[in-house]
């Protein structure tokens, strides 16, 4: 069976179904997604239950779970106003399933091992000691060598020598990213980029143009 990892959609509903249209249906093809499917966009609400009833699969983003921290009355620091907005949208049960998403899943899809995260993997370090704000939230490694979620310094993935080829998004600064390990699919599409998404086992990439920025690109 095909597997389409699908980059950050960010609430972008239109696009997501615009993507899926080009790669086959779910339950013909296997989709992943590497997390963020919410908040920023216009229908965080459309593209969790189209995941839910497609049963597709998903790890964690930092914006899921920052939606899901909505829920602790005691969280600090408190929520943004616009993960509130899209938790207040959301089902119990589209919450739940939301919680439920892993920090990453790991495929053999017949090109070889590869493991989906959100954020990144730092280098040297197996998957299971890998820390969760790091999968979540990692972008560079620093010029002294230190796990960092700026930009700033190496890519991670640049530095990332597998044994399995990390498959990633959360970094639509630096887009689409191509290493000998890892492959970056944040393209920006709720910035008004592309929704991109990578194919085993030929690795082809398949984008979407996003119908318009919803969102101001910092």
Known sequence: MRTVIVGDVHGCLDELLALVERCGEPGDTRYVMVGDLVAKG???KGVVAWARASKVEAVLGNHDAAVLRVRDPDVDPPPKAHHVAVAATLSDEELAWLAARPLWIELD????PHVVVHGGLVPGVPLAAQERRHLL???SIDKHGEPSKKIEGTPWAALWK????AVFGHDAVRGLQRHPFATGLDTGCVYGGALT???LPKGDLVSIQAKRAYAPYK
């Open 197 to 199: 998404a990578l194919v």
């Open 109 to 112: 899809g017949g090109a070889g």
């Open 137 to 139: 939230n990692l972008r």
């Open 42 to 44: 216009p229908d965080s």
């Open 162 to 165: 597998g044994p399995s080829h």
